[in-house]
């Protein structure tokens, strides 16, 4: 099983960028997919997560109004659509499965726990 996070760069405040995660080796239609970042000298936080129904999104209030997740499962894809890009948001993004035995209520998509499996990470740098 492997994620691939891609589509970062350095791009100036108020600017837009789309990550995209790639995952193989099985299919995760049926999983929770998420979004984290971490920026230096701080701990890995949540971005944004999408139910594995893709009804439900979830974002942290930082980002929320934002950023948007999204999904193709036939491509096996996950997205993250970053508009109005401050400097606080430069960090190392990361995508993650979720684990559906640790994802029992609204509070679990937020927690770095409930995912077991993880990209390398996309740096993402927002200039002021």
């Known amino acids: 099983v492997q994620l691939h996070a891609s589509g970062g760069g350095l791009v100036q405040a108020g600017g837009s960028l789309r990550l995209s995660c790639a995952a193989s080796?099985?299919?995760?239609?049926?999983?929770?997919m998420g979004w984290f970042r971490q920026a230096p000298g701080q701990e890995r936080e949540f971005v944004a997560a999408m139910s594995r129904s893709g009804f439900s999104t979830y974002y942290a209030d930082s980002v929320t109004g934002r950023f948007t997740i999204s999904r193709d499962n036939a491509a096996n894809m996950v997205y993250l659509q970053m508009n109005s890009l401050k400097p606080e948001d430069t960090a190392v993004y990361y995508c993650a499965v979720g684990d559906p035995s640790k994802i029992l209520s609204t509070r679990s998509y937020y927690f770095i726990a409930s995912y077991d499996y993880w990209g390398q990470g996309t740096l993402v740098t927002v200039s002021s």
């Open positions: 080796g099985r299919t995760f239609s049926r999983n929770t």
